[in-house]
């Protein structure tokens, strides 16, 4: 591999979504593009669409893409565009509970409870970002209380 891993994912508001994930997460936005469907289409894309490159801290990069080309029908062969999200995206993060604080402002809304689990030597929690995809967040703190997250 000669760069950081990176993850797309088909959202439906592309500012929405990048204030969450750069905002919230802690992404930094860097670039955004248009791709035409003479490209989109060809490379197997489903067509024209917005692509946002988005930085995470650590390296890697989240890809928000916004299809721009009517859905894809019930029944046809599906392109990457034609779902939304994936299974989850986990962020590694020093302390989560800053974080943890500001989601249900930010939109999302925590899919467990407790909201944070303490497990192997870290803590997770997992919420639903503002269109439904999977985010876990993970920290090394499972000796550390931390505030109480069990609303």
């Known amino acids: 591999m ?38 989109g289409g060809p490379a197997g894309l489903g067509g024209e669409l917005v692509v946002a ?14 299809p721009r080309s009517a859905a894809v029908p019930t029944g046809a062969v599906a392109s990457p565009t034609g779902h939304l999200g994936l299974s989850y995206l986990t962020f590694h993060l020093d302390d989560m509970d800053p974080v943890v604080a500001v989601l249900p402002t930010a939109g999302a809304r925590p899919l467990s409870e407790p909201v944070v689990v303490r497990a192997r030597g870290r803590r997770v929690s997992f919420w639903a970002d503002p269109e439904g995809n999977v985010v876990e967040l993970v920290d090394a703190r499972a000796g550390d209380p931390g505030p109480d997250h069990s609303n």
Do not use: N
Request: neutral net charge; hydrophobic residues 40%; aromatic residues 8%.
């Open 53 to 66: 490159w988005l930085r995470v801290p650590s390296g890697g990069c989240v890809k928000l893409i916004l």
């Open 2 to 39: 000669t760069l950081p891993f990176e993850v797309g994912v088909v959202v439906r508001d592309l500012e929405l979504m990048e204030r969450f994930y750069c905002d919230v997460l802690g992404c930094r936005a860097e670039r955004r593009s248009g791709v035409p469907e003479s490209v």
